[in-house]
Each structure stands twice: as C-alpha cells, then as structure tokens.
C-alpha cells in the first residue's frame, strides 16, 4: 500500500472526535485540556516533531530568532502579527505561516493584553525528510520550494481539516501509548500534503509581502544576510543604501523587530551555530561569520546562548 493511499485510509477512519465538538460554523472548538502555558523556549526538547496549543494574555511577544528546524503557525483569532526574514504578516484565522530552518522570525501581539489562540508545530529536519521520502512532490516542496513562501492560505473546509489533525496530534501527545508514534507521523505526512497541494496550486510568489513601501529595507536585510563575513556598521549600511542613519535604524526596526547592528549579530551568531553543529573548526567559524577576533566571537556567543562556542561544539558531539 502506497503513502498516500494508507494516509487516505487513516484519514477517514481516524476519530477526529477527541473531546472536540463542532460549533455554529462547523469548526473545531479546543479542549482547554490540550492548552499548553506561554513559554519563551525557543529548542526542541523533542526528537520528532513538538506541538504547542496556546490561549493566553500574555504579551505573546518572541523576540527575533531562529532555529534549526521547521515551525509551522497556525492564527485562531486575530490580533497576531508574523514576521519572518523581515516580510511582516498581519495574520487572521485561516492563514498558516511556515518557517524553515534557519530564517529569523518573530512574532507580536497588536493590542497588549489581548487574548490570542494559536497552534504551534516544530517540526525536525530528519524527521520531515524520513516523511518525505516516498513522497517527491513533498519532499522537494519542503527541500526548494518555500524559499520566499511563508504565508499559506488554504481554503476553509482544507483548513479546517489541519485544525483538526492539530487536534488528534496534540491527543496522541496526551495518550502516548504504543501507537501514538507511528499514528502521529501519519497524521504529520498528511498535513504536510494538505499544505503542499495548497502551495503547489498557487504559482510564484503567493506571499502577501510587507509592501514595495519596505523594499529597500528589505534591500538592507537581504545585504546583510549574503555579507556576514565582511565589515559592516549602521553607518556603512546607511550611507550605502542612501539612508539617514537614525531614518535607517527606525525603519529597519519597524519592519524586522530589530535595529542594523541586532540583526548583524544575531545574524552572524546563527550563522557561527550552524557552522559549529556541521563540526567547523573556531577559527574559520570566527573569520566566516565576521568577527574580528576569537575574543569578540566569545563574549557575544555566549552572552547569546549561555555557553561558549567550544562548550556548544562538546555538547552538540556528546548528542552524536
């Protein structure tokens, strides 16, 4: 039995009905059991994949980040806005971004003390690239094919199928019996397919971007991303883009939640992290990402992560 017809198979006779009712629309409406407290962490503690449902007040605010793995969002209500690689989202139920590994984003409440819903997926890189194997549409979409694509808009009825198989993940993740593992990664496949038949049906670039109104923003952004290695200053940057360095550093930050000389950081820092868990040496870590001297590369390394970059490398080996 091929992938697709045994996830097609589950899919009707799974009982999507775990504690869910249906209301006055038809949607699913959440077991306030599966809600999972705000939390800042920002790493998997998991080997597969992690499944957040959240409803709270808080300040629903993440500082810009990355991670090595995918993360897939789903809104519940309004009021949520996404930001990823410096294209802004302001985000309605209904709407799903996805994140590969590696790109910063972060995400913002607009109104503080508003409630929010949200359902968050991690998904690991070997984890989706095992799914993937028998699938090549799906592999090669999550492989080339979201490069500048983050924002997906499935229909209603599709979307509120991924809800629904949010809800029998985050059952699974409850009942943890013999099956869960292998129900789970079925139930994985096909929401990957759900969202890969959306973006394969939508040409180009079907992102609702920021605007052309922060294109040369984005032109600062992109700059910085491709020159890691190379000297750079707020006022390098701004006399080369044709900017005011003050106008530059409140644009920059209106758009990407962080000022030039934060997203030069944390950008080269993210690039030295990936470079170390690949088993790069320090010193071409140190001159790749930027840094002018091993001293600068440790203070700012470990005030980012807690640990020095030669701790990181034992861990990371000590997981091998």
């Not at 309605?92 to 984003?105: L, R």
């Not at 949010?166 to 292998?182: C, G, R």
């Not at 944390?266 to 071409?284: C, V």
Request: proline share 4%; hydrophobic share 40%.
């Amino acid at each position: 039995m091929s992938m697709v017809i045994l996830l097609k198979y589950i899919a009707k006779n799974i009982n999507f009905g775990y504690n869910m009712q249906c209301g006055e629309n038809g949607g699913a409406r959440m077991n306030m059991s599966y809600v999972s407290p705000f939390d800042v962490r920002q790493v998997m503690q998991e080997n597969d994949f992690e499944i957040f449902h959240r409803l709270d007040r808080a300040s629903g605010s993440i500082e810009p980040h990355s991670h090595d793995f995918f993360e897939i969002f789903f809104p519940r209500t309004e009021g949520i806005e996404y930001a990823v690689e410096g294209q802004r989202y302001r985000l309605s139920p209904g709407m799903v971004v996805m994140v590969p590994p590696g790109e910063t984003h972060f995400t913002r409440v607009s109104v503080p003390g508003l409630e929010v819903e949200r359902f968050i997926l991690w998904l690991d890189t070997g984890f989706v690239e095992s799914l993937t194997a028998m699938l090549p549409r799906l592999r090669n979409l999550m492989k080339d094919g979201l490069k500048g694509r983050h924002l997906i808009v499935p229909d209603a009825e599709t979307y509120e199928l991924m809800i629904e198989l949010l809800f029998s993940l985050l059952h699974e993740k409850k009942l943890n019996d013999v099956d869960s593992a292998s129900l789970s990664r079925l139930v994985v496949a096909q929401l990957l397919i759900h969202m890969s038949r959306v973006l394969s049906s939508v040409p180009g670039a079907m992102n609702e971007r920021t605007g052309q109104r922060y294109r040369d923003v984005m032109q600062v952004y992109d700059y910085i991303s491709a020159h890691l290695k190379e000297p750079m200053t707020v006022t390098s940057l701004a006399e080369m883009f044709f900017f005011d360095k003050n106008t530059l550093t409140r644009k920059f930050k209106h758009v990407t939640g962080m000022t030039p000389g934060e997203c030069i950081r944390r950008k080269r820092l993210d690039a030295a992290y990936a470079m170390i868990t690949r088993g790069a040496g320090m010193a071409e870590t140190c001159r790749e990402c930027g840094f002018a001297d091993y001293s600068a590369f440790y203070r700012a390394f470990r005030n980012a992560y807690g640990v020095s970059p030669s701790e990181c490398e034992k861990s990371i080996n000590n997981e091998q």
